[in-house]
């Protein structure tokens, strides 16, 4: 079973900037970051597939952040960029089974099986 774990959240004033880090005990064909706000459904953020590397981003994403991996470390960063109050959210490391490229995908919410515990990010106006 994979675990993940999410590090580099924080608090920061809107147009800020943050990294998160996620580390993996093995690598998977399909990772990528989600966030859930308080009352709201998970959402997702940004997915890789890590043979290759291609990147898929919500469209609350696209432009301002930033997913990369170290695929030699079992490493997923996400560098946020230009953050707004309603990025406020916790945030989660996520990876899953299967191969099908086409559904790596951040509206992908349920296919996702290894999830870490959070890291809060929270950006003030």
């Known amino acids: 079973q994979v675990q993940v774990m999410e590090t580099g959240g924080g608090s920061v004033q809107a147009g800020g900037s943050l990294r998160l880090s996620c580390a993996a005990s093995?690598?998977?064909?399909?990772m990528g970051w989600f966030r859930q706000a308080p009352g709201k459904e998970r959402e997702g953020v940004a997915t890789i597939l890590t043979d290759g590397g291609s990147t898929y981003y919500a469209d609350s994403a696209e432009g301002r952040f930033t997913l990369s991996q170290d695929s030699a470390k079992n490493m997923l960063y996400l560098q946020m960029n230009s953050l707004k109050p309603e990025d406020t959210a916790m945030y989660y490391c996520?990876?899953?089974?299967?191969?099908?490229?086409?559904?790596?995908?951040?509206?992908?919410?349920?296919?996702?099986?290894?999830w870490g515990q959070g890291t809060q990010v929270t950006v003030s106006s």
């Open positions: 093995e690598s998977r064909s399909c």
């Open positions: 996520a990876a899953r089974n299967g191969l099908v490229a086409s559904r790596c995908r951040p509206s992908r919410v349920a296919d996702f099986s290894y």
